[in-house]
């Protein structure tokens, strides 16, 4: 007897697979979050190692390096064994100068680390 089954990819969680538990950032799009006419873009962020989320910043914008970073307005933060998990959000205004069409994505860096973010929505 065969069942059906319906996933969706939004409901999915991405999980990285650390190796060596080195330092690490992990940022992504909180898009349950993303409301029309927006001001700001939402964002969840998990820090491993050394680093504090409240340095967050935007860097980079379609490989294009921001001469002003945009900083990241840190909502919550919390350490769950040893990584810092925090939520906050960027100004989607100044964020959208900076975009084309089609796909973007935009570097977010904290200290040394730098994580990739491709942004799945339309503006």
Not at 5 to 33: F, K, M, N, T, W
Not at 43 to 62: I, P, T
Request: with cysteine; proline share 2%; aromatic share 2%.
């Amino acid at each position: 007897m065969l069942s059906s089954v319906e996933i969706s990819a939004h409901q999915l969680q991405r999980r990285p697979i650390r190796l060596g538990g080195g330092e690490s950032l992990e940022a992504h799009v909180v898009y349950d979050e993303v409301r029309e006419k927006a001001k700001t873009l939402p964002l969840a962020m998990e820090l491993c190692g050394a680093g504090d989320l409240r340095a967050a910043r935007v860097v980079s914008v379609n490989d294009q390096r921001l001469a002003s970073p945009l900083s990241v307005q840190l909502t919550s933060d919390q350490t769950v064994e040893g990584c810092r998990h925090g939520r906050g959000s960027v100004n989607l205004k100044k964020l959208g100068e900076h975009f084309t069409r089609g796909l973007n994505r935009f570097e977010l860096q904290v200290g040394e680390q730098v994580a990739e973010i491709v942004l799945d929505i339309e503006l």
